[in-house]
């Protein structure tokens, strides 16, 4: 959680310097305090102080990237986390639901790929379904890569369109 919020920050400074409002950090670290706040509320029962954490973490939580999408898919997967099948049901229909209205659209291919690109989550779907529960490659080179890959190549996508266009 405290790396997710340093580099959320760090994030929100690259934003700032930039003009680009990319911080899946945020969005991450936002998931992970509602999952706590929630489980909080359902272990302790002392919902004066989980509860409104929680409402307050989902309320700011749609204001990032992950947006509504994001905060129903975290919900979701926390209640079915359980249940692998359920989990691959319910991205199934979110993605579904999200692309339906696209789908009937006069423009298409814009609603799909750059209105409402969320859709495109169902391709994380069969990983979510074979995942073995294992911890995969755990070394310091893999804890810390995507850490710094994430802003530095929205840096560098970011710079090169810059010059390109």
């Not at 391709?123 to 890959?149: C, D, M, V």
Request: hydrophobic fraction near 60%; proline fraction near 3%; aromatic fraction near 18%.
């Amino acid at each position: 959680f405290i790396r997710l919020v340093g580099f959320g920050a760090i994030m929100v400074a690259v934003g700032f310097a930039l003009q680009i409002s990319n911080n899946i950090f945020l969005s991450l670290a936002l998931g992970v305090a509602l999952m706590t706040s929630v489980d909080h509320c359902f272990h302790t029962r002392k919902l004066a102080v989980g509860l409104p954490l929680a409402i307050l973490t989902a309320g700011a939580m749609c204001l990032t990237e992950a947006g509504y999408y994001g905060l129903g898919l975290v919900l979701l997967f926390y209640f079915l986390r359980e249940f692998r099948w359920g989990k691959f049901a319910a991205l199934f229909a979110a993605c579904l639901l999200i692309a339906i209205p696209s789908v009937l659209s006069d423009d298409i291919a814009r609603q799909l790929f750059v209105v409402h690109p969320q859709w495109m989550m169902v391709f994380s779907a069969l990983p979510l379904l074979f995942y073995n529960g294992k911890l995969g490659l755990h070394n310091r080179f893999s804890k810390w890569f995507f850490y710094f890959y994430y802003p530095i190549h929205l840096i560098v996508i970011i710079v090169a369109a810059r010059f390109l266009f």
